[in-house]
């Protein structure tokens, strides 16, 4: 599989026809007509956001804020994004505030599948307003909103490496099914609430029997503070 690479301080490497749109502050590449598609992250995030817009005209739009920009690996049925920089150097930029504000923002006629590696802090995605086909969160995930979309089908979501302060955000008419290993403390599953629950558990909300579509999520590693509840949108009030 051919794959092109493109990153905002060198524009030469881009193929003639995968053009990038390369600005100073923001990395975009355009849609031609994709139905689905894989978006890698390799790096971790912290201080960030991933959004569906419904207006989107590029398949993906990377705003990078005050911090330094990625590199983005593009082929027929994945991008792949990383911040190219040594431990040392990120967490200098970290620590001086440069690691902040970066939003990705995605188009919605795409049927993503999202695959996070290296843990989130200070997280929020946004995607009520597209098509998730599968999510996968590894390295932990901590302070954190997801607002998720309508499901077409069933639709995993994984979590290795642990759960802090974690708000999945649905509509109200979608099932959840819920198994969680290495213990829960202070759940909130809809309307109900659990102080703790030792070791594994299996929980579900709505209706989640047969092909119905919902959430099938796993979180291995334990979970701290976790919601799972409607998304305000839903109950007819904003979500922000």
Avoid: N
């Avoid at 817009?53 to 330094?68: F, H, M, R, S, V």
């Amino acid at each position: 599989m051919t794959t092109h690479e493109f990153h905002a301080s060198h524009p030469f490497r881009t193929a003639p026809h995968h053009d990038a749109d390369l600005e100073l502050d923001c990395l975009t590449v355009p849609y031609a007509g994709q139905t689905q598609m894989r978006l890698t992250i390799t790096s971790g995030l912290a201080h960030a956001r991933v959004r569906v817009d419904p207006d989107a005209t590029d398949l993906i739009a990377i705003d990078c804020g005050e911090g330094p920009p990625p590199r983005l690996r593009v082929s027929a049925s994945e991008l792949r994004v990383s911040w190219p920089a040594t431990i040392g150097s990120w967490l200098l930029a970290a620590l001086a505030g440069e690691c902040r504000d970066i939003e990705l923002v995605l188009h919605p006629a795409v049927a993503w599948t999202l695959q996070l590696r290296g843990g989130l802090s200070h997280f929020e995605a946004d995607l009520a307003s597209g098509k998730l086909a599968r999510l996968e969160i590894s390295g932990g995930i901590s302070d954190a909103y997801l607002d998720l979309p309508s499901p077409g089908a069933v639709v995993p979501i994984r979590i290795s490496g642990g759960v802090s302060d974690l708000a999945l955000r649905r509509p109200a008419d979608t099932g959840v099914a819920l198994a969680v290993s290495g213990g829960i403390s202070d759940l909130c599953l809809d309307d109900e609430g659990f102080d703790a629950i030792g070791g594994g558990a299996r929980l579900a909300t709505g209706a989640v029997r047969g092909d119905t579509p919902r959430y099938a999520v796993e979180i291995s590693g334990g979970a701290s503070s976790l919601h799972v509840v409607p998304h305000r949108a839903s109950l007819g009030v904003d979500r922000w």
